[in-house]
């Protein structure tokens, strides 16, 4: 997820693209560029790191003068934060430059076939091989070279576009990535968020997909696929600035929650081709996976409750052992690792200390290390033998979502991954389970829309000072996650328990009017948690419950019932993971917390 701002007018462009870009700093922060068209042609700054290092280097934009410019603020996908990997690109000819969100699926033979023709690529980047599609089809017609370029793009874009030729004028384009026109009077603009408008402008065009913008100061034209000229309305924007940075959300983390089906559509999309699970970037051969026997997960935190949910659906699919390992424990109990062991490293920053440690450890023992980390480029990225990335785009909040929601979706694209290349799914299996990944975006959102009571529940029981989470096999996985996030939020003590381990201690605990979330959603354990239910509240525990949409035997025993949408019983812990996500929000803002900077906690743990 990044960020992508133009502007036309009278004013100097390089000042309104920076303020423009720190307001869009939340989409992506590990580099910037700004180019603005001059009296000598395209000028073009760039640089790794946050937007004040850009400030700087441009000395606040006045070393690139002109009316007419784009710019952007990176999280990288393609290439690790570089200069040359940062975004503007410019052609080889310097008539070009353009800043792009989104991932080209077929950017591979797109390079290819450009490099044949002479074109010299500089970035490892995906967005490159569209500004050498512009000078291959530029021939004086700005618009047509547009429209030829994006007609052989596969994938999301949204971008900006500057000719040197075409004064005054930017071009901007979308195909499933978000980008808003912003309309003045003599200027416009563009950009991924209303956020970097709402300081200049109120009156915005939503673009569509597949539709194309012509800028000029004066006029803004859109077009469809086929050139014909839309008519658009304006749309007039209500909110202030602080609110248009939470996308009207009263926190990040609430807007982060809402983010998440098009953070698993970004995740998983790309990467699901002919109805297969298709991993390019793990090179493990057949014959290195048939000498595989044992996976082990290592993560900490939320990422390890993650890789929980990754043990029962791996072990379940491929027939092959799978632990699932604390990283500040597996550093230090010298392991049972060798050659035959693949690791499974999940961290969200790439750069948590314990689990690099005890990457390192196995590493060292043999061990073949897959990384599953969101910030491309991030130490483990590049201890790892293999990487997949989550793409979930920039977390504000510290509390992670759909940091956890994008690593559970990699964990079950994995798994399916695996079980089809050692032979263990038919192709009738791998249908039923690829058409349930794709599903998950669609799921999260069912899942948000299922439960408008959440908020009154967590009203409810806000003031309890301890609960606890139960449930069974993946239930019990996604527990986990669902208590910690009470806990770091709302700051009351809660605790996960297998349902199981009832009776050998945890029980001790229950009393009267003592709240209880019994997840219930794997059915074949069912019955099974309806005793557990019993049990507890046959000693006077409140029961919310978490089953599955149609559920209407809990009503016996439950206090009160949160539903999810049915799916592939192996995949449950992902929609189940949403209405918790939500109570813990509502229960800590019933209390009164900071809800995206909990104390004491940090975004990325980079110490032991």
């Known amino acids: 997820m990044c960020g992508i701002v133009g502007f036309t007018g009278s004013q100097s462009a390089a000042p309104i693209l920076l303020d423009g870009l720190k307001k869009l700093e939340y989409r992506g922060y590990d580099s910037a560029g700004v180019a603005v068209l001059g009296d000598d042609g395209i000028n073009m700054m760039k640089t790794i790191g946050m937007i004040k290092n850009l400030e700087e280097k441009t000395q606040g934009g006045t070393l ?20 040359v990997n940062a975004h503007p690109h410019m052609s080889n000819n310097g008539r070009f430059a353009i800043v792009h969100n989104g991932i080209i699926e077929n950017y591979a033979v797109l390079r290819e076939e ?37 007609a052989r ?61 012509d800028m000029t100061p004066d006029q803004i034209t859109v077009y469809d696929t086929l050139g014909k000229e839309v008519p658009r309305e304006v749309t007039r924007i209500a909110w202030d600035i602080a609110a248009a940075e939470k996308g009207g959300y009263g926190h990040f983390m609430l807007k982060e929650i809402m983010e998440q089906p098009n953070a698993l559509k970004s995740t998983i999309e790309p ?48 027939r092959i052992p799978v632990e699932a390992d604390l990283a500040s424990e597996l550093r230090y109990r010298n392991p049972l690792v060798d050659e035959h062991t693949l690791l499974v490293v999940v961290s969200q920053s790439g750069e948590t200390a314990d689990t690099i440690a005890a990457m390192k450890e ?13 910030v491309v480029g991030s130490t483990i990225a590049k201890l790892a033998d293999d990487v997949v990335y989550t793409w979930a785009g920039p977390e504000i909040a510290v509390a992670t979502t759909k940091g956890y929601t994008t690593q559970v979706a990699v964990m079950d694209m994995l798994a399916v991954y695996l079980a089809r290349r050692l032979g263990k ?62 806990k770091e939020i709302s700051y009351l003590h809660s605790e996960a ?33 309806m005793s557990n239910i019993k049990e507890v ?60 900077k909990p104390k004491n906690l940090a975004k990325s743990v980079t110490v032991e």
């Open 425 to 486: 799914l038919d192709d009738e299996q791998n249908k039923q389970l690829v058409d349930a990944i794709l599903e998950f975006p669609s799921l999260v959102q069912r899942a948000i829309d299922l439960n408008p009571n959440v908020q009154a529940l967590a009203e409810k029981y806000h003031s309890h000072n301890n609960l606890f989470f139960i449930g069974r096999n993946l239930d019990y996985a996604a527990c986990m996650e669902g208590s910690l996030k009470l």
């Open 362 to 374: 196995c590493k060292a023992r043999g061990a073949r290390v897959l990384a599953i980390v969101n």
């Open 64 to 83: 690139l003068p002109g009316t007419c410019g784009i710019g952007h603020t990176r999280w990288a996908t393609h290439g690790e934060p570089t200069d």
């Open 537 to 596: 509240k046959a000693r006077g525990a409140q029961v919310l419950a978490v089953v599955l949409e149609g559920n209407r035997q809990i009503f016996a025993e439950a206090d009160d019932v949160l539903f999810i949408p049915r799916t592939e019983s192996l995949f449950n812990s992902l929609p189940e993971i949403i209405p918790l996500q939500l109570f813990a929000y509502y229960v800590a803002k019933a209390n009164g917390c900071d809800i995206d």
């Open 114 to 150: 450009l490099k044949a023709k002479g074109f010299a690529f500089k970035s490892e980047t995906d967005t490159e091989v569209i500004v050498h599609l512009l000078d291959l089809y530029y021939e004086g017609d700005l618009k047509k070279a547009v429209m030829k370029t994006v």
């Open 153 to 213: 793009l596969e994938g999301a874009y949204a971008l900006g576009i500057l000719c040197q030729e075409e004064r005054g004028r930017l071009i901007a384009a979308r195909q499933a990535a978000p980008l808003i026109l912003g309309v003045g009077v003599g200027e416009n603009y563009f950009a991924s968020d209303v956020t970097a408008l709402v300081a200049y402008t109120k009156n915005v065009i939503y673009l569509e997909d597949g539709e194309i913008a």
């Open 497 to 529: 328990y297998a349902a199981g381990e009832l009776k050998h201690g945890t029980i001790a605990l229950i009393e009267r009017g003592r709240p209880v979330i019994a997840l219930a959603c794997y059915e074949r354990l069912f019955d099974k948690m």
């Open 271 to 318: 990467r699901i081709k002919d109805g297969e699970v298709v991993l390019d970037d793990f090179s493990l051969t057949d014959e290195d996976l048939k000498k595989i026997n044992k996976v082990m997960i290592t993560a900490c935190g939320s990422a390890f409750y993650a890789g929980s949910v990754g043990k029962y659906v791996i072990e379940q699919l491929c």
